[in-house]
């Protein structure tokens, strides 16, 4: 049975780094085939796509917020991290790590609200 | 950049009648296009993948179909508990874009 659980801070201010951890089980992120992706909902609002890894190392980014995101795995512990830099209040939002299967994502974690505030 | 275009944006509903939700993309994407459920407080669950295969556990009364670049969620005999907010995701190109949302009210 696949699982993703994020994990990080609830609060952040303005201008900070954000570091979210995806903890998975179920499956390995050792291969093309299989990837991990990061979508956010601000409060009230539609999904919006931020990053995606493969099992391979390919990384692809939102083009919006590619100067900010970087994405990593640590295949032996099973997470992979994002980290969004110079945060500003309107990101803030709930944040999901979701299973990527072929082109699309079918299992998600519970997601986690960050709020970005001083 | 792909623009995937929900409508309508909300539909009161009473129980056991029909839903169709449209999604159109604004260019071609062959069958690149999942459906999700969001219920309050809950992440997403996909409900379609590819335009209008079925997922193993999903109520046969949701059903997807394609014609060009129009893409339509349909709910036969909706029940209480599909009360939920419905998007619609591409991943034919990056980069990846979901629709604006079609909230179900049920009446």
């Known amino acids: 049975q696949i699982t993703l659980k994020e994990s990080g801070p609830s609060l952040v201010k303005p201008t900070q780094t954000l570091t979210l951890t995806c903890t998975f089980s179920?499956?390995?992120?050792?291969?093309?085939?299989?990837?991990v992706g990061w979508i956010r909902q601000p409060p009230g609002k539609a999904l919006e796509w931020l990053a995606l890894?493969?099992?391979?190392?390919?990384?692809r980014y939102s083009p919006s917020l590619r100067t900010r995101l970087t994405v990593t795995k640590d295949t032996s512990n099973n997470q992979v991290v994002l980290t969004m830099t110079n945060m500003d209040p309107v990101d803030t939002a709930t944040y999901y790590c979701?299973?990527?299967?072929?082109?699309?994502?079918?299992?998600w974690g519970l997601g986690t609200l960050v709020t970005v505030s001083s | 950049e792909i623009v995937l275009t929900q409508s309508p944006d909300f539909q009161s509903v009473t129980p056991k009648e029909q839903v169709t939700i449209t999604c159109r993309a604004s260019?071609?994407?062959?069958?690149?296009l999942h459906w999700y459920q969001q219920k309050p407080d809950q992440s997403p669950k996909l409900l379609i993948k590819?335009?209008?295969q079925s997922i193993s556990g999903v109520p046969s009364r949701f059903s997807g179909s394609v014609s060009g670049t129009d893409f339509t969620l349909t709910i036969n005999g909706l029940e209480p508990e599909d009360a939920a907010t419905y998007y619609c995701h591409q991943s034919s190109s990056l980069p990846l874009t979901f629709g604006g949302g079609t909230k179900v009210e049920i009446k």
């Open positions: 590819y335009g209008s």
């Open positions: 979701a299973h990527r299967r072929e082109r699309y994502f079918d299992y």
């Open positions: 179920g499956f390995s992120l050792t291969t093309a085939a299989v990837g």
């Open positions: 260019q071609s994407i062959g069958s690149t």
């Open positions: 890894i493969y099992g391979d190392d390919d990384k």
